[in-house]
Each structure stands twice: as structure tokens, then as C-alpha cells.
């Protein structure tokens, strides 16, 4: 490799490392608040939060690398620009697609990282944090302790937590049961505890008053009591089976799809094949994003006054391919012949780099020629 290539490539390594660690810590900080609030509040321990943030890493890694290599290469060819070391090389006789290499090698690595996620990391910590989230959902915290918060665990059973200490006590509980058509049995107390037994989760509640309402007459019946426990263990049975979900299969399983396994998902075969085509054509274009961040600045040569006008022409680009990433993957999901529209935005990106490189390296090819009169 020419010390050129060397030289820039170390360059976008560098600020590629940078802005995916900013990316990542900006993504996964808005994801950890989420969790956070969820299963602390829940009554999980810090240990659950720290896995569920962990499982969920891979995802936000996914969403934060194409537009690092597309930050990496802004930012590394305005700068070389700006210092008119890229002027010096061209003087040498280096064309902008001879220019293009290392950031080609740059692409590369980050579509191989891309490949690595969306094939194997991402559906194995989704299937992963999918198992975690259904035993969670098993446990009473889960579903009995969120305060404040009106909770139907089960049809005609409302259930209201005022506040968990953090010893475990339940503050300013209720439970209403309306389930049998002729009386409804509401309990309300101070203080609660939910005690684990043989015979199930008990319920034990302190200082409170249940008030039974008899339907036909319209009669109400209020009972104090001191302590009172009642079985809430068939409140907080919950299937142990889980439906799996199309993000957590590999890719062959998505490329091949069986009737059945297009039943276990709920998803039809069209659209579990332009998901496995999504995933390849997510990795390429993280080769996509980097090429054009350097090819959308290459255009206009250079100026005193800087290359903010191509900064904002690379952004137009990049959502352009977006959209065309859109478009691409609804016309392959409603029919399975279409699977090659994935790959749209990856064709039209490098459509687009070739184009603007060409445009770089002949920069009168635009430009108005001058008239001669006679």
C-alpha cells in the first residue's frame, strides 16, 4: 500500500473510531434510560439493567456505524483539502479515483464490521434479549409491581401501586376484581407485601378495607381489617412460550423460509427474504456512505471560502439513498421477486460515487465555455 493510502487511512480509522463512539454513547445513553426506567421501576436489580443495556449494544452499534464512516470521510477530506495536501498529491498525478482507494479500503473494513453485525451479533443478542424480556415478563415485579400505574393482569382485574419501597413494601394498594358479574370486591390498604409460598404468591395486605358491591340490589358491604392475605398467583401466570420474532433468525434461515417457520413469526416469505437481502445490502452500504462522504467533496475543487456547500450536497446524497433504501425494500417485500430492489440504494450509491469522480477528475467538464466571436 502507496504511504499515501497509508497515511489517509490511519486518518479515517481514527475519526471513524471517534465519531462511532459518540454515536454509540449518544444512541445507547437514549436506549439505557429507556431500560432504566422500565426495570428498576419494575424492581429489577442494576444486574439485569447492565445485561439488558449490554444485549442491546449490538443494535445501536449497527445504527451508529454508516454514519461514522460517513462523519470519518467529511471530516478527513475537508481537512486535507483545507491544508491543500490533497492539491499536492493530485499535482503529482493522482486521479480523484486513484484518490479514492484508501477510502475504498476504509469502506471495506466498515462493511465487514457491518457484515459481522447484521448476520451474527444483532440477531443473536435480539433472540438473547428477547429470552431475558419473556422471563422477566414470568415474574411478579414485572407484572404486579409498577407503581403508579393502573395494571389488568388478567380480564375484570385492575390492580394500582401508589409506590415500592425499596425493602420491598407496597404503598397505597388497590385491587379491584369485577370478574363475577354479581359482585364486585374492591380492596384497598395502606401497606402490602408479596409473599413467594407453596400454594403461590400471596398478597398479604395491611390496614386497608374491602368493599363488596352486590350487583342485583346495588348493595355495598365494607369490611376493615388489620391484615389480610389473598392468592394473586393466577394474576401473574403468564405463557412460557414466546413467538419467535423474524430479527432473531440468521440470515439462511430468512432466505429459505418454510411455511412453518413463516408461521412461527408471523411474517410471509416475501418479507422474511428482503429482510435477509436488507442485511446484505446494509453492510455494503457502509462502503456506500464512506465513498460518498470523499466523493461529494472532491466536486468543486478547492476554496478559500471551504467546502460547506459540498458538506451539505454529501448529507443531500446520503438521505437520497436512504430513501431509495425505503423504497427499495417495500417493493421487495410485497413481492418475492422483487428481492433485488434491496440492493438499490448500494447500486445507486455507487452509481453516484463514479459519477461525481468522473465530474472531479474532469472539473471544466460544467463549467460554461467561453464564446469566441469573430
Same mark, same amino acid.
Given at each position: 500500500?502507496?504511504?499515501?493510502? @497509508?497515511?489517509?487511512?490511519?486518518?479515517?480509522?481514527?475519526?471513524? $473510531?471517534?465519531?462511532?463512539?459518540?454515536?454509540?454513547?449518544?444512541?445507547?445513553?437514549?436506549?439505557?434510560? !429507556?431500560?432504566?426506567?422500565?426495570?428498576?421501576?419494575?424492581?429489577?436489580?442494576?444486574?439485569? +439493567?447492565?445485561?439488558? =443495556?449490554?444485549?442491546?449494544?449490538?443494535?445501536?452499534?449497527?445504527?451508529?456505524?454508516?454514519?461514522?464512516?460517513?462523519?470519518?470521510?467529511?471530516?478527513? =477530506?475537508?481537512?486535507?483539502?483545507?491544508?491543500? *495536501?490533497?492539491?499536492?498529491?493530485?499535482? =503529482?498525478?493522482? %486521479?480523484?479515483?486513484?484518490?479514492?482507494? /484508501?477510502?475504498?479500503? +476504509?469502506?471495506?473494513?466498515?462493511?465487514?464490521?457491518?457484515?459481522?453485525?447484521?448476520?451474527?451479533?444483532?440477531?443473536?443478542?435480539?433472540?438473547?434479549?428477547?429470552?431475558?424480556?419473556?422471563?422477566?415478563?414470568?415474574?411478579?415485579?414485572?407484572?404486579?409491581?409498577?407503581?403508579?400505574?393502573?395494571?389488568?393482569?388478567?380480564?375484570?382485574?385492575? !390492580?394500582?401501586?401508589?409506590?415500592?419501597?425499596?425493602?420491598?413494601?407496597?404503598?397505597?394498594?388497590?385491587?379491584?376484581?369485577?370478574?363475577?358479574?354479581?359482585?364486585?370486591?374492591?380492596?384497598?390498604?395502606?401497606?402490602?407485601?408479596?409473599?413467594?409460598?407453596?400454594?403461590?404468591?400471596?398478597?398479604?395486605? #395491611?390496614?386497608?378495607?374491602?368493599?363488596?358491591?352486590?350487583?342485583?340490589?346495588?348493595?355495598?358491604?365494607?369490611?376493615?381489617? *388489620?391484615?389480610?392475605?389473598?392468592?394473586?398467583?393466577?394474576?401473574? &401466570?403468564? %405463557?412460557?412460550?414466546? #413467538? &419467535?420474532?423474524?430479527?432473531?433468525?440468521?440470515?439462511?434461515?430468512?432466505?429459505?423460509?418454510?411455511?412453518?417457520?413463516?408461521?412461527? !413469526? @408471523?411474517?410471509? /416469505?416475501? @418479507?422474511?427474504?428482503?429482510?435477509?437481502?436488507?442485511?446484505?445490502? &446494509?453492510?455494503?452500504?457502509?462502503? !456506500?456512505?464512506?465513498?460518498?462522504?470523499?466523493?461529494?467533496?472532491?466536486?468543486?475543487?478547492?476554496?478559500?471560502? $471551504?467546502?460547506?456547500?459540498?458538506?451539505?450536497?454529501?448529507?443531500?446524497?446520503?438521505?437520497?439513498?436512504?430513501?431509495?433504501?425505503?423504497?427499495?425494500?417495500?417493493?421487495?417485500?410485497?413481492? /418475492?421477486?422483487?428481492?433485488?430492489?434491496?440492493?438499490?440504494?448500494?447500486?445507486?450509491? +455507487?452509481?453516484?460515487?463514479?459519477?461525481?469522480?468522473?465530474?472531479?477528475?474532469?472539473?471544466?467538464?460544467?463549467? @460554461?465555455?467561453? &464564446?469566441?466571436? %469573430?
Amino acid at each position: 500500500m502507496a504511504r499515501f493510502d @497509508r497515511y489517509m487511512l490511519s486518518q479515517l480509522l481514527t475519526l471513524f $473510531g471517534f465519531f462511532s463512539l459518540v454515536l454509540v454513547m449518544v444512541y445507547w445513553i437514549n436506549r439505557a434510560v !429507556v431500560l432504566f426506567d422500565q426495570l428498576i421501576a419494575d424492581g429489577q436489580s442494576a444486574v439485569v +439493567f447492565l445485561e439488558f =443495556t449490554a444485549l442491546s449494544l449490538p443494535s445501536v452499534i449497527r445504527l451508529a456505524l454508516p454514519l461514522a464512516a460517513f462523519a470519518a470521510s467529511i471530516y478527513v =477530506t475537508n481537512r486535507l483539502v483545507s491544508d491543500s *495536501e490533497m492539491v499536492a498529491v493530485q499535482a =503529482t498525478g493522482y %486521479s480523484c479515483f486513484r484518490l479514492a482507494r /484508501p477510502v475504498l479500503y +476504509f469502506g471495506l473494513i466498515v462493511a465487514l464490521l457491518m457484515t459481522v453485525l447484521m448476520h451474527f451479533l444483532v440477531p443473536l443478542s435480539s433472540a438473547r434479549l428477547a429470552e431475558r424480556q419473556n422471563d422477566i415478563a414470568q415474574t411478579a415485579t414485572a407484572r404486579l409491581l409498577q407503581e403508579g400505574q393502573f395494571l389488568e393482569p388478567l380480564d375484570g382485574i385492575t !390492580v394500582y401501586i401508589g409506590e415500592v419501597t425499596p425493602a420491598g413494601e407496597l404503598r397505597n394498594v388497590l385491587l379491584s376484581d369485577s370478574r363475577d358479574v354479581a359482585r364486585q370486591i374492591t380492596y384497598t390498604a395502606a401497606q402490602a407485601y408479596l409473599v413467594r409460598t407453596d400454594d403461590g404468591a400471596q398478597l398479604v395486605m #395491611r390496614n386497608g378495607l374491602a368493599q363488596t358491591l352486590r350487583t342485583s340490589d346495588k348493595q355495598l358491604f365494607t369490611t376493615s381489617f *388489620e391484615d389480610f392475605a389473598l392468592n394473586v398467583g393466577s394474576l401473574m &401466570q403468564t %405463557s412460557s412460550t414466546r #413467538r &419467535q420474532r423474524a430479527g432473531e433468525l440468521m440470515t439462511w434461515e430468512l432466505l429459505r423460509p418454510t411455511p412453518e417457520l413463516a408461521e412461527s !413469526v @408471523r411474517q410471509t /416469505p416475501a @418479507r422474511m427474504m428482503s429482510d435477509a437481502h436488507n442485511r446484505f445490502s &446494509q453492510s455494503i452500504l457502509g462502503a !456506500v456512505a464512506a465513498l460518498l462522504g470523499f466523493a461529494a467533496l472532491m466536486v468543486g475543487g478547492f476554496t478559500r471560502f $471551504g467546502l460547506w456547500k459540498q458538506v451539505v450536497f454529501a448529507i443531500f446524497l446520503i438521505i437520497l439513498v436512504k430513501a431509495l433504501e425505503t423504497a427499495g425494500l417495500n417493493a421487495a417485500r410485497s413481492n /418475492p421477486s422483487l428481492w433485488i430492489a434491496s440492493y438499490l440504494p448500494s447500486v445507486a450509491g +455507487f452509481a453516484i460515487v463514479y459519477v461525481l469522480l468522473f465530474m472531479a477528475d474532469r472539473p471544466t467538464l460544467l463549467k @460554461r465555455r467561453p &464564446q469566441v466571436t %469573430s
